[in-house]
Structure formats: structure tokens, C-alpha cells
């Protein structure tokens, strides 16, 4: 009996290991397969920090990520090599490791696996394969010398496995909780919080149905529940084109996503991964977390500022077909979406910024 649990309790390990967390965030799941250490950790911001991982040298993670602006970069859209600019706002990556799927509609489980895709993006790394990452890694010594003393292994075994099993490791790191508002809600300091900020957390709960997306559980709070929803954002650009696309999916999917233009076939959200029609226009819930420093909003950075968010929400967000019902018109007072506005700037914690080890 005893052998049985001690088995039991070794098969539970080797699934997942909790890394410590904070206040206000729960215990991280990470793959079995890929441990968290000190010097995975350190090769995995060196990689993250990389410019040579690009066509010309001028492109790393961190142009699109940036520490100082809470791992996004304060532009509407991301902008990538020679200047090239994407469809999507870059979102934060602090707190990503809670994340069931990433990106803004979800096409990826794993952050190894997400790591891989912006280094071929012709409009972000706009490297044409990933044997290039593995060429200039080969030919560092100080790489040499990390990989090996990282992974045990010599510049032959060096793959673009491990260099995303490091690039993961280092992101697992970027938490952020212990803000104002996890020490009034979670250890009960009523001091914490303005009067106004208390009144807009309880609007975020209640009347403003914040939270039953951008979730509070009773021992944490990611702000996001992981599901996706249409809120009406982008869904302007597909309007003219829907009745004729809905009729084409019924023959076949691929004709009919291929007479989108790219603006248009960005706005499919979750349905491009999905292929259900009740996904068309649906983004995953984004984490609040440091939303003040984020700006701009939203999955095409639509939206300028924390108050024009509200406004947005107040108004029941932009009509259409697939309008998710918990979007509502909310009726606040002038005073009400003060108080929301200023309990969002409560959810800020920059300890991310410090060195992590
Ligand atoms: C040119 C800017 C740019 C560069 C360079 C870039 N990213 Fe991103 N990143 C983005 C954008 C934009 C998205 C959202 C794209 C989407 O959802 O379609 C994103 C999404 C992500 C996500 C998912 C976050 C979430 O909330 O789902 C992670 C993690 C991430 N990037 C990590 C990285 C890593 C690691 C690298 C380097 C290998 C990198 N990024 C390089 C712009 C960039
Ligand atoms: C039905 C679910 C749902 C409800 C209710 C909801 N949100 Fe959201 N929220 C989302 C989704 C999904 C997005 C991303 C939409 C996109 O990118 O197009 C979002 C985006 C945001 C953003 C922008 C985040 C970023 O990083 O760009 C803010 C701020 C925000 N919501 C605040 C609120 C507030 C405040 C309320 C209540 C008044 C609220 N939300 C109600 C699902 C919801």
C-alpha cells in the first residue's frame, strides 16, 4: 500500500511540478519534459534577446515584448522586419505560462511550441526556416557553452526542441500578482484600495459583468477564463463580406477563407482554429493584469484608452450576429465609469521588470 502511494505520488510529480507562485496567482502547471532551472532560464532570455534570430539582424522577441512597457510594445499593431506592420497588437506575455492556448485565437497549446512561429512569420523574425537559429548558435562558443551546460549536449544534438524548451523557461518566469488589489481581495487589507477603486472592483463583479469573463477565483485571479468570445471588436471589417462567406463555407472552408483579404481573414478570430461558425469574430479573454500599462487595446489595438474600453462596454459593444450575450448595454453613470477605470490601474505590478535570478 505504501509502495503504491509513494508510486502514485511519483507519477503526480513527473506530470507537472508547481513552481512557487504569488500572491494572487495559482500554481503553475509546467510539462513534465521541461523543468524549470537557473541556467535554462538564463539561455532562454539570452535567446529571447537575440537579434540574429532574424533576416536582417534587427528583430529579436523583445522588439515586440518589451519589459519596460509590460512585455508588449505600446503600438496598435505589431510592427516586425523592415518595418513591416502585422494585423495584431501584440499582447503581454507576463503570465502566459496560465494560459491553455495562445495567441489571440488560441491556434497554440504550448509555449514551446507558440515560440516557433514568429521566427518564420515573414512580417515578424522573417527568417525563411528555423535551421538559421541553429546556425548561428552553433557557431557562438558562448551558446556552446550554455547549451551544454543546460541540456548536457554538444553543437551536433542542438536543435530547435531545445532552444524552445529554454525560450519557455524564461517566459514561465514573467508572473505578475501582488498587486493593490490581489492584498485587498486576497488578505482581506481594506486599506489598499481608494474608495472609488474599491466601488469599481465591485461594478467589475456585479453590474459591469466584468468578471464573468476576465475571471476572480476565490484563492486567485488570472482575469481571463480562457474561452473566447465575440465582444464586436474588428468585426467591421467582415460585415460587407459575411452573407457571401457564410455561403461559400458551405461548400467548401478553404475557397471560402481564400477570397478574404488578409484584413478580413484576420477578423475570423477563433474560427480560423475552430472552423465553428459561433467563433467567427471570437478572441480569447486577455488577462487584465498591468492593463495600464498595455495600451493600446484589444486584438487589433482598436481602442486607445482604459476609458474608451469602458465606454466601449458600457454602450453593449458593436452589433453583430455573433455578439456574445454576456455583452450588454450597461447603463453606467459618469461616476460609475470612473470608479471601473480606476480599479483596473489597482491590477499593476511591475516586479517582473526586476531580475528574476
Ligand atoms: C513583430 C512583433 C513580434 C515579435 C518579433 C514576436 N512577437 Fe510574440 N506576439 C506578437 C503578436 C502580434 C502576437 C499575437 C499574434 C496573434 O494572436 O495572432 C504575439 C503573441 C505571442 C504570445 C502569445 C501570448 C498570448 O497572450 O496568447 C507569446 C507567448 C509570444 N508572442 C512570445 C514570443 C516569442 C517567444 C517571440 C520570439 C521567438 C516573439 N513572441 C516574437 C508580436 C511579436
Ligand atoms: C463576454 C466576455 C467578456 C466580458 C463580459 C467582458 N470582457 Fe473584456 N474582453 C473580453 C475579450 C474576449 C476581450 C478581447 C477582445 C479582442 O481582442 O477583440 C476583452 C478585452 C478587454 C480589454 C482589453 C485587454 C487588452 O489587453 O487588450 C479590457 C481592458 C477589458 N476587456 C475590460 C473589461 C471590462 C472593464 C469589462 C466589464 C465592463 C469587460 N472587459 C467585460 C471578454 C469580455
Redesign the pocket.
Known sequence: MKILTFALLLSITSLAEAVPSMLGLPAMKVPADNPQSTEKIALGKKLFNDKRFSANGSISCASCHISSKAF?DGRPQAVGIDGLVGQR?S??IINSAYLNELF?DGRRSSLETQALDPLTNPIEHGLTEHSRVIHVIRTDFSYLKDFLNTFGITAEKINMNYVTKAIASYERTLISGNTRFDQYFFQSSKKVLTAAEARGLR??RRK???A???EISWDNALFTDN?????G??FDALRPVLPAFLKNLKTDYSSAVAQLDPQQKAQL?RFAVSRQIKDI????????RN?EL?A??????S?ST?RD??EY??KGGKKNAFL?P??FP?HLSEQEKSD?TAF?TSLTDTSYSKPQH
Open positions: 508588449t497588437n499582447p503581454t489571440h461594478l467589475f459591469g459583468n466584468c464573468n469573463c476576465h474561452r473566447f468570445y465575440n465582444i471588436i474588428g478570430g469574430g471570437a478572441y480569447r479573454t486577455p488577462t487584465l492593463i498595455t493600446p487595446y484589444m486584438h487589433d489595438g481602442i482604459l474600453v469602458i462596454y458600457d456574445n454576456a455583452i450597461l471601473l483596473l
